[in-house]
């Protein structure tokens, strides 16, 4: 083969686009309850149930879980879930994907159960705790299975992943950034333009001024690092930039409906 289209083929390759799939949970339980009404949460979800007992409940939609679908619930979107009777088998994983994937809410995403996905789901082993996590094949296939279902979006639901070279500077400068105080003229000077200029191009861009995008990124690591038993709330607020516990807690269940230490102790019980 020609050396001069090995070369170009590498540096193709480097312009896909990746959606950088972050996991914060994954569990297979044998369920035996599943009545929360939940908040927007700032992250994925996805299900998947062996029976039609488990539904879940979203801008009056209902959905039953069996072993023949996929459910895929984008972040801020508020649903209740239930079930009638069980027990029933479980599986859920909390996850957080890049824009634009992040920027889809209030819909339900229902995907048939194809090929060896339900094999492969059934294949897991049954764990009361987060599970996987010690298993990197195991870990893979779920990315796969997270990365399939996305691609199944329909494209007209996808606002566009190019953004303006200066805002995605600016939103790399905030995420690079989020343990810091950022002021508004800060922001515009490195963005080399007005206050003014700045606010406009972020709204038009991501619906957000930058203050809101940079709470969303500080929520989205917290959701990341709260996951981690060792890790304190007070870690936690420091890490993601705020000024104290009493503060990213007041910001944390004002965004997600529940208090850092109650998000951690029942999380894992309402995947």
Known sequence: MDKNIIFVYFHVMELYYDPKVRLLCIKKCSLRKWHYDHPKLPFWRL?????????????????ALTSKRIVLVPPNTELSQRMAQGPVTHFGVHFLAD???????SKLYVFKAEGNMPDAIKAMPLDDEDCLTNNPILITAVRGLIHV???????EDMPPVQIQEHLAKSMTFIEE????????????????MSVSTMLRLYQRELGLSPHEYLCQKRIEKAC???HDRRTSIEQIAEETGFCDRYHFTKVFSRTTGQSPARFRAYGRKRI
């Open 47 to 63: 299900y998947w149930g062996s029976g039609s007992a488990a539904t879940i409940r979203c801008l009056g939609e209902i959905v």
């Open 99 to 105: 824009a634009p994937f992040n920027r889809l809410h």
């Open 149 to 155: 279902l996305l691609s199944k979006i329909p494209a």
């Open 177 to 192: 950034n989020l343990q810091r105080s950022l002021s508004y003229l800060e922001l515009a000077r490195q963005m080399n």
């Open 224 to 226: 990341l690092l709260i």
